[in-house]
């Protein structure tokens, strides 16, 4: 579903990102990590399509996102790390909204389920500015969620959530891989990566520095056969340079 062949990113002189091949099926979650200044978001924006790679090929679902990017856009569903609504659209309005720009046909039923889903029902005709940051993170998931894609990218997606937004987050994270989407996830949350990703790829200086399923990084990084969390493989790959 997502599947990336020597992406690349200059800005100027310096590269943000360089040489990265990977690829992500559908139903497998994996999990972008790096220290500060990694490339971990200029990678992310790439693959949505947001900024253009200096060179490298990205392919969205079939869709090669230079030469299909329309194609490949409606495929995917990104979500930032600060959710981004219209301060005049209520909630019901901003997924209407979207299932018009997505030419869909059954969006008022969707709608509603998602409404159900991500516990927005009481909140559907309240404004943003009404809204916690954790009610506005729902509705970008159900703005995200709407047009059923196949290919998921989340940057810091538990940023300002409580404990109980965090677990029902995670939660939906899990039932999309289920359902058959290919997701990505950019976190410094380690324990978070450890419960929800079957896949892991680690950068330093925008390259890849490590990279696949958790069991076979931790089984890389293990010296006497003793299972290493992922915060130790980081610390270890990231060393005292924080990565810059």
């Keep these: 579903m997502i599947a990336t062949d020597g992406l690349t990113k200059f800005y100027g002189d310096f590269a943000a ?23 971990k978001t200029t990678a992310l924006r790439c693959l949505a ?6 060179s490298g090929a990205v392919i969205i679902a079939g869709h090669d996102m230079a030469l299909d990017p329309l194609g490949a856009k ?33 969006t008022r039923q969707h709608a509603e389920e998602l409404l159900g889903m991500l516990d927005l029902k009481d909140k559907a005709d309240v404004l943003p500015a009404e809204l916690s940051r ?29 404990p109980l937004a965090i677990r029902r987050t995670k939660d939906i994270i899990m039932q999309q891989a289920k359902q058959g989407v290919a997701i990505l996830i950019s976190s410094h949350l380690l324990h ?9 790829l680690i950068i330093k200086r925008g390259e890849k520095a490590a990279y696949g399923t958790l ?30």
């Design 134 to 162: 954790g009610m506005k993170q729902k509705v970008a998931l159900a703005c995200g969620f709407l047009h059923r894609p196949k290919v998921m990218f989340f940057d810091e997606p538990l940023t300002g959530l409580d």
């Design 17 to 39: 990102v360089r040489g990265l091949s990977f690829a992500v099926r559908g139903g497998e979650v994996m999990g972008l990590v790096g220290p500060n200044g990694a490339g």
């Design 192 to 200: 978070l990566l450890e419960e929800v990703c079957s896949h892991v």
């Design 74 to 106: 409606q495929e995917l569903a990104f979500f930032p790390d600060e959710p981004r609504l219209f301060d005049y659209l209520t909630v019901r309005q901003h997924l209407e909204f979207t299932g018009r720009l997505y030419q869909m046909k059954d």
């Design 215 to 244: 069991t076979q990084i931790r089984s890389q990084f293990s010296t006497d056969g003793t299972e290493v969390s992922l915060e130790e493989i980081f610390i270890r790959i990231a060393g005292e340079d924080g990565g810059k």
């Design 49 to 54: 399509g947001i900024i253009p790679p200096t």
